[in-house]
């Protein structure tokens, strides 16, 4: 097959949709056309692939030699251009599959884009959404984009994971999104606002690095739940609410 593949660009991500599903575009950016403005080419070239799912499997387990991208993930667009049991096209990488979507590649800016060359595997914890592990530049930059804005670290944790926030999240009044519980008392300690992301962040390393499997695993299970938040006589609740799928990639 002869594809490209399109990532949003997180610097120009105003709208905070990089990872999001397609039915989360109108809500987020008040329009449910994919916008290209915001989106980087990232990859052309031909592929030993011969569906859309084994291309998704290929950008993320075995990169080409001269991919500049992420991980291939929700949000990210592919065009494949000719193939055998594919139509040509561009398809939009959703929670559950690929979805046919209209896509004007004349309008990303045709900018150089430099490969992405020290990454970190993290868990991304998106209000209204259940956690997933993405694959994110380990530059300030890039995690400043990831939250949309300055970064601050947070350990509440026993062990050495970091949840990395959006620092002024509350003061600009960005969606309330997890709440983080005393692990003994279960009593709420504090909530984070906006998007952020767990890392692994072991005293004797100098940066975060990606998240091992087994840590992965247990904040995943801890934030499977969206919440929601209502005031009472004694203070701010929570409770857990279902997303309206089980099942994302």
């Given amino acids: 097959m002869n594809i490209a593949i399109y990532q949003i660009n997180m610097e120009r991500d105003t709208n905070r949709i990089a990872f999001m599903s397609f039915e989360n575009l109108e809500r987020f950016q008040h329009s449910p056309n994919v916008d290209c403005k915001i989106y980087d080419k990232v990859f052309e070239g031909d592929i030993d692939c011969n569906n859309l799912e084994s291309i998704y499997r290929k950008f993320n387990l075995d990169h080409p030699a001269d991919y500049v991208g992420r991980s291939l993930s929700v949000s990210d667009v592919v065009e494949v251009k000719n193939g055998d049991s594919v139509e040509p096209g561009f398809y939009f990488c959703d929670d559950f599959g690929f979805k046919e979507v209209a896509f004007d590649k004349t309008l990303c800016p045709e900018t150089e ?44 944790f026993e062990d050495d994971a970091a949840i ?62 969206p919440e929601r938040f209502f005031r009472t006589d004694d203070g701010i609740k929570a409770i857990p609410v279902s997303p309206t799928k089980d099942k994302e990639r």
Avoid at 117 to 138: A, C, F, M, N, Y
Avoid at 196 to 206: L, N, Q, T, V, W
């Fill in 113 to 156: 884009r430099k490969p992405i060359t020290d990454k970190i595997s993290v868990l991304l914890i998106q209000p209204d959404k259940r956690p997933k592990l993405v694959e994110i530049g380990s530059s300030l930059e890039e995690m400043q984009a990831v939250v949309g804005g300055d970064i601050e670290e947070y350990m509440p």
């Fill in 164 to 225: 990395i926030c959006n620092e002024e999240g509350k003061m600009t009044g960005l969606p309330l999104n997890r709440a983080i519980y005393d692990g003994q008392t279960h009593e709420m300690l504090d909530i984070v606002a906006g998007d952020f992301f767990i890392a692994y962040a072991p005293i004797e390393s100098e940066k975060f690095l990606s998240l091992p499997k087994e840590m992965a695993d247990k904040y995943a299970k801890m934030f499977k739940n």
